[in-house]
T-cell receptor, first 114, second 113 residues
Framework: AQTVTQSQPEMSVQEAETVTLSCTYD???????LFWYKQPPSRQMILVIRQEAYKQQNATENRFSVNFQKAAKSFSLKISDSQLGDTAMYFC???????????FGQGTRLTINP | DAGVTQSPTHLIKTRGQQVTLRCSPKSGHDTVSWYQQALGQGPQFIFQ???????QRGNFPDRFSGHQFPNYSSELNVNALLLGDSALYLCASSVVSRVYEQYFGPGTRLTVT
């Protein structure tokens, strides 16, 4: 069975600080995609960043970057220069290549304090 | 360019009733997936529709059924509602060739009393 584990239910940092959210996953497949989604209080799930498992280079999107460790099945998200608007639930997810469904973790509630 | 839209926003039903939720995909998308997100949990995959047929189904009972129309919009039907069906129901659309790029709607909050 494919599972995603986010070990940090809640995190809180000051504005402008850097924060890292952890995620581990379990799959026997070799080809898959990994994602971080953000869900603000408005409830809309927004894609933050995507990583293809076959790519060794870590994905980056502006202030967001990932540390992908395939052998360790680890996929952490780093948010640099955090902003108040980053306050949200963050979900780690993955999808087996060729499959149709996203498998999500339980989420991490991130609060950015002024 | 309209994104994924869902209706209604909120819904309150009584145990045993039936409910229909609706989703319109993002323009250019042909595939619709449905997810159930219980309070404090991550979303769980219900099923996905493409070419008006169910492509894959998650671990949900037959009380959950769906439909996709020729214009790619979709409905999620839940029969014989249980208290445990209370959740946020999310619709996501994609292009079948890039199903890993799923765009989510704002969700429908269903409360069963």
């Amino acid at each position: 069975a494919q599972t995603v584990t986010q070990s940090q239910p809640e995190m809180s940092v000051q504005e402008a600080e850097t924060v890292t959210l952890s995620c581990t996953y379990d799959t026997s497949e070799n080809n898959y995609y990994l994602f971080w989604y953000k869900q603000p209080p408005s409830r809309q799930m927004i894609l933050v960043i995507r990583q293809e498992a076959y790519k060794q280079q870590n994905a980056t999107e502006n202030r967001f970057s990932v540390n992908f460790q395939k052998a360790a099945k680890s996929f952490s998200l780093k948010i640099s220069d955090s902003q108040l608007g980053d306050t949200a639930m963050y979900f780690c997810a993955f999808m087996i290549q060729g499959a149709q469904k996203l498998v999500f973790g339980q989420g991490t509630r991130l609060t950015i304090n002024p | 360019d309209a994104g994924v839209t869902q209706s209604p926003t909120h819904l309150i039903k009584t145990r045993g009733q039936q409910v229909t939720l609706r989703c319109s995909p993002k323009s250019g998308h042909d595939t619709v997936s449905w997810y159930q997100q219980a309070l404090g949990q991550g979303p769980q995959f219900i099923f996905q529709y493409y070419e008006e047929e169910e492509r894959q189904r998650g671990n949900f009972p037959d009380r959950f059924s769906g439909h996709q129309f020729p214009n790619y919009s979709s409905e999620l039907n839940v029969n014989a509602l249980l208290l445990g069906d209370s959740a946020l129901y999310l619709c996501a659309s994609s292009v079948v060739s890039r199903v890993y790029e799923q765009y989510f709607g704002p969700g429908t909050r269903l409360t069963v009393t």
